[in-house]
Structures are given as C-alpha cells and as structure tokens.
C-alpha cells in the first residue's frame, strides 16, 4: 500500500491559528470525539481554541497533503517551572485520511520536536481504553504508565479507563 | 447552653482566598505543589474563583480562624463529571488537629451529595506525609507518573494517584 506520507505532495510544517477549523472538524467527528476530555459543542470549542492556542509557542505541527491539513500533532506545554522537563501531547488526523500512516508521521514528528527542539525529557498523553491511536503510540515507544478505571461515563451508562502513555526521549531516536 | 463546635466548615469565598495564598506559600507546602513562586501560586489561586462560585469549595474555621480549604475540581464535561480531582490544605499552625480529617469527611459528603461524584481522586507527590490520611480515609493507590515533578535542585518526585468510590 502507498503511504500518503511517502507521497511528495505530503508535508509538514508549524500549525497556524487558522488550522482551528479544521482541528475543530476533525475532534467533532462521532469517531473521534470519544476519545478527547469534551461532551458538548462548547466543549469542542474551548477544547480545540486552548489547543491551537500552543501553535503561537511552535509547540504544534500541521501534515498537510496536496497543500490542506490532514493532520494536526501538539505538545500542550506545563504552566508551571516545575514540570516544564516534560508536556502532554495531543494529536488528531482528517477522519477521511485515516489509516494512510498520518497519525504515526504526526505523533512521531511532534515527539521528535519535544526533544530537539523544547529539549523535554518525556512526553505523555491522556486518552481512553480503546483508543485507536493507542497502537501507534506502542509503535513509538510509548508505555503505558497509568490506568484508571472508571474515568469516564457514556451516555448509556458504561465506563472506560483514562489511560497516560508515555515515552521518555533519550530512548527515541 | 449549647456549645458552638471548636471546628467550624463553611463555603469558601473570595475573602478567604488571601489566606490559601498565604499557605501556599510556605516553603514545606509547596513542596507538595507543582507552583514554585509567589507568581505562579497567584495564577493557580485565581482558578479557585469558579470553584467558589460553584459551591465546590470549603473552609474549615478552628476558633473562628481559617485553618484549610478544600476544592472540588469538577469538570463541567458531561462524561467526566461523575468524578472529580480534590485537593486540600491546612495552614501549617493547624496541622496535626484532625482538621485535614474534618474537612476530607465534608468534603465527600458534598461531592456525594451535591454534585453526585461517584469516583474522588487526587494527586500527591512522593513523600507527602498527607499520603496517610489519604489511606486512613480509604483512598487506594491506582497508579503514579514517575519524575512528574523536578526541583530546581534536580531533584525528581514521582506523582502518586489515588482513588476512592464514594
């Protein structure tokens, strides 16, 4: 299968602010929503607004294929000097360019600027049991650190476990 | 006559927000906190505001002084608010009075009966002698993030996280 990241038309450069409607589309979708901390439109919205808002730090990267956004990788950095060693990574891709290997160049190309770039000595990220993006994350290097069952609710009542991986950088290459 | 109990818990309020600054700020108990500065803990007090106007915060008094707080860090997300994140904190001259115990005890009923939390959960780093109380009031221990926290030092500390269904 040819890759669209093999493809020449595939690119990545820094996230600008008017990536947010497409970041806010892409989290909106039914097979995406679930696995982000939101429920309601206004969630979505203050989500994504805080989300695109890190692009102003060079904190986010954007794949784009034959020039618009399939993709967008942030690294949501730590308020407080304290914790400023390590960030919390956040990616999503265009559900219609699934499975054409944008998530593993996004994730691996966002963990990639943590560590050249803002020097950090690991990255984590807080999804839900179940996530497809989970498998990718494995592929990078990713370990899971902690699971908490019963971190979130469904509308039908069942619960999934919130789940951090995470990757310490020296080990990636 | 009847006797006015010695500890008394509250709502919190604005007014009571310069005194949690003040604990804050004591160099053992931030130890405990992610914040390192006079700057950073303004910051994090400033987001007790909408807890306070949410009635998810309380003050215990000890002889009509304020001696810890509390907060309830519900999330206003509908598949996350049957849970919630807390934290606590006693000033440094009420410590050891059972008021950490007093406020951890109203503080669930609240949740439970207020707000509906099934599941309570905090964060504490590695070392917190608080980590007793917590395991004294049923909390258990899910899981910890290592090296979350790094002193200027160099000195790492691991986040401990524990749980309780309520």
């Not at chain 1, 399939?70 to 730590?78: A, C, D, K, R, S």
């Not at chain 2, 604990?23 to 906190?33: A, M, P, S």
């Not at chain 2, 810890?68 to 001259?93: D, M, S, T």
Request: a neutral charge.
């Amino acid at each position: 299968m040819n890759l669209i990241t093999e493809s020449p038309e595939y690119d990545i450069r820094y996230s600008r602010a008017e990536d947010l409607p497409f970041l806010k589309k892409w989290v909106s979708h039914p097979d995406s929503v679930k696995w982000y901390p939101v429920s309601s439109e206004k969630d979505i919205d203050d989500m994504t607004k805080n989300w695109i808002g890190f692009s102003r730090f060079g904190a986010s990267l954007t794949a784009e294929y034959q020039g618009k956004p399939v993709g967008i990788g942030t690294l949501f950095l730590m308020p407080y000097r304290k914790l400023i060693h390590h960030c919390l990574l956040y990616f999503v891709v265009d559900p219609d360019h699934r499975g054409q290997g944008i998530g593993t160049s996004i994730a691996k190309n966002t963990t990639h600027l943590g560590k050249t770039y803002f020097r950090f000595e690991k990255v984590h990220l807080e999804t839900y049991e179940g996530c497809p993006a989970l498998p990718i994350l494995e592929k990078l290097g990713y370990k899971e650190i902690v699971r908490q069952d019963h971190f979130v609710k469904e509308e039908d009542g069942t619960y999934l476990a919130r789940v951090i991986m995470e990757v310490q950088l020296s080990e990636v290459k | 006559m009847v006797k006015k109990p010695v500890v008394q818990i509250r709502d919190t309020t604005e007014d009571d927000l310069p005194s949690i600054q003040e604990w804050l700020l004591d160099k053992e108990v931030l130890k405990g906190f992610p914040m390192i500065d006079k700057r950073e803990v303004e910051d994090s007090v400033r987001f007790w505001r909408q807890y306070i106007e949410g009635k998810m915060s309380i003050t215990a008094l000890y002889k009509k002084k304020r001696a810890g707080c509390a907060n309830l860090y519900i999330q206003p997300i509908e598949k996350l608010k049957h849970q919630c994140l807390f934290v606590i904190i006693v000033g440094e001259e009420f410590r050891g009075q059972g008021i950490g115990t007093m406020l951890m005890k109203a503080l669930e009923k609240r949740a439970k009966e207020q707000f509906g939390i099934e599941l309570l959960h905090l964060e504490v780093y590695e070392n917190n002698p608080a980590i007793g109380l917590y395991e004294r009031l049923g909390f258990k221990r899910y899981g910890s993030h290592p090296k979350y926290l790094k002193e200027p030092d160099g000195t790492y500390y691991d986040k401990i996280m524990m749980q309780k269904f309520i």
